[in-house]
């Protein structure tokens, strides 16, 4: 988005990626995510807001996209009442039926094509008249004459333009200017420093919420962005905090009667995951999808850094808020910047991941393929019925395999190939639980595969996936554990043993860098083979590490975030095994590499 903070026509983005293209332009849990696994605690009014993930459209890609004829009339100028209803009418003919309900409006309604903003007297954000001439009301009103929500945006703080020397007067608060709500040396806050840091120590800055809230839901909106959020947003520090505007916005809404869902952005601090899951009802976890170029998005620019960054946030998704992954673009085609394997590949994290559904396409375009990606109805019922969000069960590699346990005691499975090459990818039901047999059933083309018996394998092209719903038809998984921290085991180089509440033992192995080494000895196998070893492990971000049996076949396996060093997770690694007594051991190399909890190795490969 542009920031407000910038002298009209001058652009601004919302991360660090974009400000880039800007600039270039200008010159323990150990087991899978399960049915009763801890979910947000929602806040009074907020469960049936957030309930599921929200699905449906929002226009900040086509303002963002240079693509040609999106906005003719300069930046970010799509966004106009005409164009907005346009896509309300193609939503509620084409989508509604689905499950999308949502028209939300992104960054720039207050502002003209020169990016000048206009206020209310009471320093509160007014409809451009080029863009929107009969205000905001009547929009929502006709979004909801559709039978649809209506979403709006603002960013957090008081926008600089507002401010008025201080003298502007705060509606409903008698004595109160817009120099009482904010900190006296006007401080900057939100990801741009486009606006003054309100000082809630003040009680004229909670009014001031209260008063832009009261003028949403007297407008008839259903759903606010509240953008440039810290910590995040590319900024930290006490500046940058923006909780207690979160939290006063949250009482804001709840004084107006009306349910809104606050969605916060972006790229928001897992550190204080514990505050967006107590005031909102979704929380943007990553940067912007949109590469703001040509198209609309683009696999490099950043879709694909979702698998990375999605894992340290799973567990905390579920009803009453959600882990906002930002706009599903893949309903235009050539527009949309993707091939067919990544526009699938795509869609298919977002809805495994339980992330809002919500796209940023031109409605009035939808090529067939798209269409049935966001139409196809076993892919939406998994998104937004009880089956608990995946996360990866193997490492973080270019081929990867996500998975979670549903309520009715199968899986969802999805197979990536991630690589720039086409490749082969095995879900072995071992890392699942279970052996034996299973029924698999292809949820992209609702077609039922027969029954595999201890893995699934694919052939995917680049940037490829499958997405399977696995029923086991075989027993239970049998393992032998082995805990890091044992005296039998082996720790050399800075590797040493320490306390860990979320470990199964209490303690794990850390300080696994610099050369530094974990061996488990006497690993103990009746066949040889190659055995899915489950590792559980802490790692408050993504490293690597070398794993390797006897000394031989080394394999580096990245292992995702579990969030943060607190919390254990698993992931399972395909290790070679000789019958009888082995050696596994873990290598940091050169660099950083997890902590490690225990492993637990099948009885049988």
């Not at 003209?112 to 206020?119: A, E, L, N, R, Y």
């Not at 396409?361 to 019925?385: F, K, M, P």
């Amino acid at each position: 988005m542009r920031s407000p903070s910038y002298a009209p026509g001058t652009p601004a983005r919302r991360s660090a990626r974009a400000v880039l293209v800007l600039a270039l332009t200008a010159a323990v849990a150990t087991t899978l995510p399960a049915a009763g696994a801890a979910t947000p605690t929602p806040t009074a009014g907020t469960a049936a807001v957030a309930a599921k993930p929200y699905m449906g459209w929002s226009s900040w890609s086509m303002q963002s996209s240079k693509y040609p004829g999106l906005n003719p009339d300069g930046d970010y100028s799509y966004l106009t009442e005409r164009n907005v209803l346009k896509q309300t009418n193609a939503m509620a003919a084409k989508l509604k039926p689905y499950g999308y309900e949502y028209v939300n409006l992104d960054s720039g309604w207050w502002r003209d094509q020169d990016w000048k903003p206009q206020f209310d007297q009471y320093a509160r954000q007014k409809a451009d008249p080029g863009r929107f001439p009969r205000g905001m009301k009547p929009l929502a009103d006709d979004i909801h004459a559709k039978g649809l929500k209506a979403g709006i945006y603002l960013p957090v703080g008081l926008e600089k333009e507002a401010y008025g020397d201080g003298k502007v007067p705060i509606w409903n608060a008698e004595g109160c200017t817009t120099a009482d709500i904010v900190h006296g040396d006007l401080r900057t806050t939100n990801g741009w420093d486009s606006s003054y840091k309100l000082d809630f120590s003040r009680p004229c800055a909670q009014k001031y919420i209260d008063s832009q809230a009261r003028l949403i839901a007297d407008w008839g909106y259903d759903f606010l962005k509240l953008d440039g959020v810290g910590p995040g947003s590319g900024k930290s520090g006490d500046q940058y905090d923006n909780v207690a505007d979160v939290a006063a916005w949250q009482r804001a809404i709840a004084a107006t009667g009306r349910p809104i869902h606050l969605e916060i952005s972006w790229s928001l601090d897992i550190g204080r995951v514990a505050d967006w899951k107590k005031y909102s009802q979704g929380w943007r976890i990553d940067t912007d999808v949109e590469c703001y170029c040509n198209t609309l998005v683009s696999w490099e620019n950043s879709v694909d850094d979702r698998w990375d960054d999605v894992p340290g946030w799973t567990r905390h998704a579920g009803p009453g808020g959600w882990n906002d992954l930002d706009s599903l673009d893949v309903g235009n085609g050539q527009m949309d910047g993707l091939t067919k394997a990544e526009r699938q590949s795509y869609a298919t994290l977002w809805a495994i991941a339980k992330s809002p559904l919500y796209t940023g396409d031109d409605l009035t375009r939808l090529d067939d393929y798209g269409l049935s990606l966001l139409t196809n109805r076993e892919v939406i019922a998994l998104n937004q019925g009880s089956t608990p969000p995946a996360r990866p069960v193997t490492p973080s590699d270019a081929q990867q395999v996500w998975a979670a346990k549903n309520p009715d005691g199968s899986y969802t499975v999805a197979l990536f190939n991630l690589a720039d090459a086409p490749a082969a990818v095995t879900a072995d039901w071992t890392t699942l639980g279970f052996t034996g047999r299973a029924a698999v059933r292809d949820l992209w083309n609702h077609e039922n595969l027969g029954t595999y018996k201890n893995k699934v394998t694919q052939a995917l092209p680049a940037h490829g996936s499958r997405l399977f719903t696995v029923t086991p038809r075989g027993s239970a998984l049998t393992t032998t554990g082995y805990e890091a921290e044992s005296p039998a085991n082996t720790l050399s180089g800075n590797a040493s043993v320490a306390g860990c509440d979320a470990c199964s033992g209490g303690q794990k192995v850390g300080n696994l860098y610099g050369g530094g080494k974990l061996r488990f000895n006497d690993v103990t196998v009746a066949e040889a083979g190659t055995y899915w070893v489950k590792v559980a492990y802490v790692s408050g971000d993504a490293r690597s590490v070398d794993v390797s049996a006897n000394g031989n076949g080394v394999g580096r396996h990245k292992f995702p975030s579990t969030g943060d060093w607190g919390t254990a997770e698993t992931v399972s690694v395909p290790v070679t095994l000789k019958a009888g007594a082995n050696t596994i051991t873990f290598d940091s190399g050169s660099g950083y590499a997890p902590d490690i909890d225990r492993i637990d190795v099948p009885k049988s490969s």
